[in-house]
């Protein structure tokens, strides 16, 4: 069978999720062709134009509008406003044809049947054979709109079900018709995983399919559970929320964002198909729901549900919650429970689950209630919605945000234990589940040589996980194959001559011991390694630098240790650069401060597209300390061309330290001088990453690495870049732009860029420049203000503008 390539696809549908698709295909460089209909009627401003429904403008108004609403909405669908000119815009009347000329369509219409059959009749039409051709129905099933098409169509044809919004949920459901090919889903599954960077999980044909049936259910088993259990909202936010290791927005507030009529849409759903579902009526909405649907309370897109904003008589933004008992909205009451307090001290959420079950408060019954009814249900999915436990798992942690997957908390909990739970509840789990501990199985996974396995229900027994040999998981070889421990830093061996320096402190913060345990990473690979990577699987790479730690010491006025902490840090980052290995970063989600200081000083950077990176010290009252003032002076002076304003060129790098600036994706990174083209790449698959860190670190080994020399030609600009950039701060701190302190940060940082104050521009040293840097930062800790603003980031995770 010839190889299959994906150049060019339709999408059929350009509403939010129709938008979000096309975007995310451009985003990984595919060509994108967005259909949606003809308006059937003229607008206000078409009218004053003398326009007509003839009119290109006007016939492609619909798809046009809604891309464009897309692209302008926050967060980003797209990963750089550059790859919007990969999508092409047309209508379903004049451009269908066109549809053979793509290698995939993906039909995104309104959810009814008859529309979709409609629009794979007029598709078949034009459709070239063996074109993929997929639906991202969320509900209806696979088997009935594919009723009536050609041979060719159905199979290639199956369910490829993105959960919203496209870029960031990593949930890419395939559901196959009744006659797909295996080649289909097999590519399809690949395709997910490896292009769009998704977790694909391939589901059977039935109602809502795996995500949203398990998560509907888990939604409306809270919607019931709030009032037996006398719990306000807030209360329930609190509960499910990052405690257990579920998004911030937790329940309610997700409800809002995706909008109280699409959940209703999905349950109704479910409810009027899944009539021997043993939690048939929980599916039923309760009547607080029905009101506030018939007041199109809908969440965030009519201003008010479960949370409404308002504004007080001064002009104070205040967020009130929905009284479920009056349905009258109040002023917000700040959640409490003993049991969470006993989590406090348990950073990972896998480890605080014994202890929330086993609560003597409201919240401890609230987790036995709602984990006893979870366990129960999932259970008894199998082999409803899937026959394999590890594929509803991967669909609750990719779809919804979970860190960990149902049978996952269960076993975190204890099989056992979970049973007891649920019977204590009235509860009992499906047969197989006791046949497992019959068995000798006492888990539903198990870690062997490396890999994850999962409890084959057929086999009854522990088999390995698919597709994970394109994965390094750290959690499943850390234990095996720890080189180096110690309170801040493991390093576990990566095989093939490679090693990993993983920061285990909280948020990945950079203080004493990571940094003692990044130069012995150094230290083990230059002896009996062949390169080295810095990577982790945390929520993020790392908030950056230990602030409280530098706090602490500015208040003592211990400035002597202050300046040998700041020089250690600088030092560090320096044999990143200049070790005799390859050094490799690889960053993702919050890659702050120091941590960009780092990467900034690898050999290489692999980053996860969503990598949100930046220097921003500025927001606590200093420059960057840790050689990233250096390295922007640096990196400026390795942009200036003949024929440059040098001037302007080394502004552009200041101002990325000055504004704070903050990449929302590794390709944004780029502009900002944080990432350098032709040299670092970019990982769609995050999971892929420490992988593909580890294959670039081996090739450059192998192409004979050769240990830098340390540079001692960094142009800088002397008085004339200092004068330019005191001018300016003068002036934005004279027009209330920026504070006087806002001003002094920026002019120590000018006073570094511009290499001090030499009378013409000069070559020197790094360390030249990492002497100034240092000098600079220290003296910014001396001031009050800058320890006020410290102070409040360590109380309330915001910058203060003093």
Not at 59 to 73: E, G, H, P
Request: one cysteine or more; a neutral charge.
């Amino acid at each position: 069978m010839s190889k299959r390539i994906i150049k060019k696809v339709a999408v059929i549908g350009s509403g939010i999720m129709g938008s979000g698709i096309a975007c995310h295909f451009a985003n990984i460089g595919i060509e994108v062709l967005l259909l949606d209909i003809v308006p059937k009627n003229l607008n206000d401003i078409e009218k004053a134009k003398g326009l007509t429904i003839a009119d290109g403008t006007v016939r492609n108004r619909l798809v046009n509008d809604s891309l464009q609403k897309a692209l302008k909405s926050k967060p980003s669908p797209i990963y750089h406003e550059k790859f919007a000119n990969q999508i092409t815009t047309g209508n379903l009347e004049d451009d269908i044809a066109k549809v053979n000329e793509v290698d995939w369509i993906i039909e995104v219409v309104v959810e009814r049947l008859d529309i979709k059959k409609q629009v794979f009749e007029n598709l078949e039409k034009h459709r070239k054979p063996g074109t993929l051709i997929t639906s991202n129905t969320s509900g209806i099933p696979i088997k009935f709109m594919s009723d009536g098409r050609s041979d060719d169509f159905k199979k290639h044809f199956c369910g490829t079900h993105f959960f919203n919004p496209a870029r960031y949920l990593k949930l890419f459901e395939i559901i196959p018709g009744p006659e797909t090919s295996q080649e289909v889903l097999e590519f399809l599954n690949n395709y997910g995983e490896q292009f769009l960077g998704k977790t694909s999980v391939v589901a059977k044909d039935t109602p809502a399919f795996i995500g949203n049936r398990i998560g509907i259910f888990g939604i409306q088993s809270l919607f019931h559970q709030v009032k037996e259990l006398g719990l306000t909202i807030e209360e329930v936010d609190k509960l499910t929320g990052p405690v257990i290791g579920r998004p911030k927005s937790a329940t309610f507030r997700t409800v809002d964002v995706v909008g109280l009529d699409t959940l209703v849409h999905v349950a109704n759903g479910i409810y009027e198909n899944c009539p021997d579902d043993e939690a048939h009526e929980l599916f039923k909405l309760p009547g607080f729901i029905n009101t506030m649907m018939e007041n199109k309370w809908l969440g965030s897109k009519t201003g008010q549900g479960f949370y409404k904003k308002v504004k007080d008589d001064n002009g104070k933004s205040e967020i009130l919650s929905l009284d479920l008992d009056t349905l009258e909205y109040r002023s917000n009451k700040k959640a409490k429970f003993a049991t969470l307090e006993l989590t406090k001290p348990v950073e990972k959420v896998i480890d605080r689950f014994k202890i929330l079950i086993s609560g003597k408060d409201k919240a401890g019954a609230f987790y036995r209630k709602n984990f006893a009814a979870m366990f129960a249900y999932v259970s008894n999915r199998i082999p409803e919605i899937s026959d394999e436990l590890y594929k509803i798992d991967d669909a609750m942690k990719a779809g919804f945000g979970w860190e960990h997957g149902p049978f996952q908390i269960w076993d975190a909990i204890g099989v056992k234990k979970g049973i007891d739970i649920m019977k204590s509840e009235g509860l009992e789990p499906a047969s197989w589940v006791n046949d497992m501990l019959a068995s000798g199985n006492l888990s539903f996974y198990s870690v062997q040589n490396g890999a994850t396995h999962y409890y084959d229900i057929s086999s009854k027994s522990q088999t390995k996980k698919p597709d994970q040999d394109a994965f390094i998981i750290l959690d499943n070889i850390r234990k095996s194959n720890e080189v180096f421990k110690n309170s801040g830093a493991v390093i576990e061996d990566l095989g093939d001559g490679i090693i990993n320096c993983e920061f285990q402190s909280k948020m990945n913060t950079i203080g004493g011991d990571v940094l003692a345990g990044l130069n012995k990473a150094i230290d083990i690979a230059e002896k009996d390694f062949d390169g080295l990577i810095v990577g982790n699987q945390g929520a993020n790479f790392s908030v950056g630098a230990n602030i409280g730690m530098i706090f602490m010491m500015a208040v003592e006025q211990e400035y002597e240790e202050l300046n040998g902490a700041i020089k250690y840090f600088q030092d560090t980052m320096m044999r990143m650069r200049y070790s005799a290995i390859p050094t490799i970063s690889a960053p993702h989600g919050l890659s702050l401060g120091g941590a960009c200081e780092l990467s900034m000083h690898a050999d290489k950077v692999v980053a996860a597209a969503e990598t949100y990176i930046g220097l921003v010290e500025f927001g606590v009252g200093v420059i960057p300390g840790g050689a990233g003032s250096k390295e922007m002076a640096l990196r400026a002076s390795d942009s200036f061309r003949k024929g440059d304003v040098e001037l302007n060129v080394l502004q552009e790098y200041f101002l990325t330290i000055g504004m704070a600036k903050v990449a929302t994706s590794a390709y944004e990174a780029f502009d900002l001088g944080l990432l350098q083209k032709g040299k670092d790449v970019v990982v769609v698959n995050k999971d892929r990453q420490i992988a593909t860190a580890k294959a670039h670190a081996r090739i450059m080994a192998d192409a004979g690495y050769t240990q830098p020399i340390k540079r001692k030609d960094v142009k800088v600009l002397g008085k004339q870049a200092l004068g330019m950039f005191l001018v300016g701060t003068d002036s934005m701190e004279a027009a209330n732009y920026i504070s006087e302190h806002d001003q002094k940060i920026a002019n120590k940082l000018a006073y570094v860029m511009a290499g001090g104050d030499l009378s013409e521009p000069t070559l020197v040293s790094e360390q030249y420049l990492l002497d100034l840097e240092r000098e600079a930062f220290l003296s910014l800790c001396t001031e009050r203000k800058t320890l006020e603003r410290i102070q409040h980031m360590l109380k309330t995770g915001k910058p203060l503008r003093n």
